[in-house]
């Protein structure tokens, strides 16, 4: 086969330091349309980023030559640098150090993107912790609730 092709598209979620509460409304507006562009930056397609106040959830079309590794530490390291930048009230911003990336069928995109875009609204009811450990959850994936907070 003389052409690589990859239909990789995943979703993403980290959270700030703690769970602080940092990324306000007026934040979150500028925020997301730069986690997009840091994700086109590498190469990747940002279909859609949203989150509430203390994290984020991007749903990522990756490019066959990018890890998740490597596009992580960009999108949460220019992130935290321009956050600091723009926003000098948030001179010690930090995300986690974790983060989680799920697959997701090309079936399930339609309804990633409208639970990404609904996030505020699912927060008014759920907070980050549950909704994380339903994530866990939902995928199969095993944890330990003393490693999962940093």
């Known amino acids: 086969m003389p052409q690589s ?6 979703h993403l979620v980290f959270s700030t330091k703690d769970r602080l509460p940092h990324l306000n409304e007026a934040i979150r507006s ?3 349309p730069y986690l ?30 990018v890890s998740v590794a490597s596009l992580i530490e960009e999108l949460k390291t220019g992130s935290s640098k321009w956050l600091k ?12 150090r974790g983060y989680s990336a799920f697959s997701i069928s090309p079936e399930d995109q339609n ?12 927060h008014r009811i759920v907070t980050f912790q549950d909704e994380y450990r339903a994530l866990l959850t939902e995928f199969g994936v095993e944890y330990d609730e003393r490693y999962m907070w940093d």
């Open 5 to 10: 092709i990859a239909y990789i598209l995943l």
């Open 30 to 32: 500028e925020l997301h």
């Open 36 to 65: 997009a562009t840091v994700a086109r930056n590498a190469g990747c397609e940002a279909l859609r980023v949203g989150g509430a106040s203390d994290h984020v959830h991007l749903a990522i079309r990756f490019s066959r030559t």
């Open 85 to 96: 930048k723009r926003f000098p009230n948030l001179p010690n911003f930090s995300w986690q």
């Open 111 to 122: 309804g990633l993107l409208v639970y990404i875009e609904n996030q505020e609204e699912h």
